[in-house]
């Protein structure tokens, strides 16, 4: 795999962390087992069968988690430390024939970054929709979220170029996001 090519795929998959941690991991390690993504020499245990099971049992434990009323914004809060840990780990783990400092330097704010920026933005919306709505819009934003994180990942696997674009439109949003945020805030004179 090129190096441009191994990092779309690494900032796609942390992307894909931000909204879910283990989804994307378990995509990144399913792709691995089947030989159809490279991983850094050091990282191939991600591949292993033990690693498939593992993920697969965390993802479904993390994806109902956030269809429980209040334990989604439990999960979110232990979520927001994990996520920039496994978007460190998927970007480290597929850049390659690097430097090992260029490597966690780049792993650490590309990927760990990404995932920190989604998963800070998509625990405030739940926030939101927790003080607004009572927890009952939660399920609703939990089911994009999901849907988030697989088309992320999937994208990012089979077309890293067109995630890493994705990427950016969702860096796009968020910063409107905050932007409406701050205004709606600010006190009128």
């Known amino acids: 795999m090129s190096f441009g090519i191994g990092i779309f795929l690494g900032v796609g998959l942390a992307a894909a962390v931000g909204f879910r941690v283990f989804l994307p991991l378990l ?34 434990v993390e994806v109902f988690g956030y269809y429980i009323p209040w334990v989604d914004n439990i999960l979110d ?14 970007m ?4 390659s024939d690097l430097d090992p400092v260029i490597s966690w330097a780049l792993a650490i704010i590309a990927g760990g970054g990404t995932a920190a920026a989604i998963k800070g933005s998509s625990a405030a919306v739940r926030l939101g929709s927790s003080t607004t709505t009572a927890g009952l819009g939660n399920p609703v934003i939990a089911t994009v979220e999901t ?17 890493f674009i994705l990427v950016l ?9 905050y932007k409406k945020l701050r205004k ?6």
């Open 27 to 60: 995509i990144l390690s399913l792709g691995s087992y089947f030989d159809y993504i490279p991983i850094n020499e050091s990282w191939e245990w991600i591949g292993s069968l033990t690693a498939v099971i593992t993920l697969a049992i965390a993802t479904l």
């Open 92 to 95: 480290v783990a597929v850049v």
């Open 169 to 177: 439109f969702i860096f796009f949003g968020i910063i409107r996001f």
């Open 77 to 90: 809060t232990i979520a927001i430390p994990l996520a920039t840990l496994a978007g460190t780990l998927v």
């Open 147 to 163: 849907g988030a994180a697989t088309l992320m990942s999937l994208v990012s696997v089979l077309i890293p170029v067109v995630a």
């Open 184 to 189: 709606k805030q600010r006190p009128s004179v």
